[in-house]
């Protein structure tokens, strides 16, 4: 079946300019997480998504980051007015409620200029 | 303060020999270990977990050892193909915690 897809998978994008990254978890999967990689470091955890319950946004960098998922399903990650430091690759995963294998996409490399 | 750590960066191993790839963590509530494996390009894939109540679990080629008391595990891979060479990271969590803390990874490279 259809894994994890992520969009765009590469975007550049000028200092100061507003992104959305776009997820689509597997079907199925009420849990959903964002990370983010930069160059020569580990995933670092985003944000978490369970079923209709308040997001964990204790990961989340800076207010310039939000993220919201609708109707259980599809996540969009916006970075308002970024900076050179958000330049890395951020990841998506899903997995089923009380499952511990998360399902990672191919990401989606973001270099701000 | 990295709760996980991979310390050796790049890793390159004879076709056929066993890797050994290693992952110290300090936070003594950490339960729950896995090791993902990450191609160029594409996003981790689950490789193989471990449970602190065990100290071993084998899946095939790939079996990870958990030394709680050393707070230490490792992933042994025998034998080495080419196929292998990606990067490995190492993942925990607390129990009845979602959130998995990763390590920096492990470049493996598997030399025909």
């Known amino acids: 079946g259809a894994g994890v897809s992520q969009s765009p998978s590469n975007k550049v994008t000028e200092k100061g300019k507003d992104v959305e990254l776009r997820c689509d978890p597997i079907?199925?999967?009420?849990?959903l997480y964002w990370y983010r990689q930069s160059l020569g470091q580990g995933l670092e955890f985003l944000i978490y998504f369970q079923g209709n319950s308040a997001p964990d946004k204790s990961g989340l960098p800076s207010d310039r980051f939000s993220a919201e998922r609708t109707g259980g399903s599809v996540s969009t990650l916006t970075i308002q007015r970024t900076q050179q430091e958000d330049s890395a690759v951020y990841l998506c995963?899903?997995?089923?409620?009380?499952?511990?294998?998360?399902?990672f996409g191919p990401g989606t490399r973001l270099t701000v200029t | 303060d990295q709760q996980v750590k991979q310390n050796s960066p790049s890793l390159s191993v004879q076709e056929g020999r066993i890797s050994i790839l290693n992952c110290d963590y300090t936070n003594s509530m950490f339960d729950y270990f896995l090791w993902y494996k990450k191609y160029p390009a594409e996003g981790p894939t689950f490789l193989i977990s471990i449970s602190s109540i065990k100290d071993k679990n084998e899946d095939g080629r790939f079996t990870v050892f958990l030394n709680k008391s050393a707070k230490h595990l490792s992933l042994h891979i025998v034998p080495s193909q080419p196929g292998d060479s990606a990067v490995y990271f190492c993942?925990?969590?607390?129990?009845?915690?979602?959130?998995?803390?990763f390590g920096t990874g492990t470049r493996l490279k598997v030399l025909a």
């Open positions: 995963a899903s997995s089923f409620a009380g499952t511990d294998e998360q399902y």
């Open positions: 079907s199925g999967h009420t849990a």
């Open positions: 993942a925990a969590s607390a129990a009845g915690t979602y959130k998995y803390i």
